[in-house]
């Protein structure tokens, strides 16, 4: 296992370490699920292509979630092989490994201003321009983009089912 510091990852918002791992081959393991709800994380994982292990049980200490992990360590290897990234895996306390999210794909849940700047960076790495104009709704920042590259992000997802529909109707 490797640190975010080790990694040179301190101070880094989440959505780039979340890409960073998963460019970098490495697999992610978190016990705060919190990044299930937020569009900058998700999109981070989908375009990175991260395997992430969460734990089930975020509010059990260190120790007790680091035994479930080892004794969990030959389940954990066979989701690596077996699916491909990026999923998302959650851990449990008896060491059982379930596949959360098969094909992660960011939603427009939550997008929070502090992690937009971190997703920018994924973006810029991966060649997807973004066009910043963002607009609220009901407290929360979502953000309207296109690419050259498309994503399913918070919109567009709609014109483009939209788009497939007709095409498959032609």
Not at 70 to 85: G, M, N, P, S, T
Not at 123 to 133: L, P, S
């Amino acid at each position: 296992m490797v640190t975010f510091e080790a990694l040179g990852l301190r101070g880094e918002q989440d959505p780039w370490a979340f890409y960073y791992c998963g460019k970098n081959n490495y697999c992610l393991i978190t016990s705060d699920k919190s990044f299930l709800d937020h569009f900058t994380h998700m999109a981070a994982i989908q375009l990175g292509k991260t395997r992430i292990f969460a734990f089930t049980s975020g509010n059990e200490n260190m120790h007790l979630r680091g035994k479930a992990f080892v004794k969990a360590q030959a389940k954990i290897f066979r989701v690596i092989k077996h699916h491909e990234a990026p999923f998302v895996a959650s851990v449990g306390l008896a060491a059982d490994v379930n596949i959360v999210d098969e094909k992660p794909m960011p939603t427009k849940k939550l997008c929070r201003p502090e992690h937009w700047e971190s997703y920018l960076k994924v973006c810029k790495a991966e060649g997807v321009e973004i066009h910043e104009q963002a607009y609220s709704v009901a407290g929360s920042t979502y953000l309207r983009g296109s690419s050259k590259r498309h994503t399913e992000g918070p919109t567009g997802a709609k014109e483009k089912r939209e788009e497939e529909g007709k095409a498959t109707s032609t």
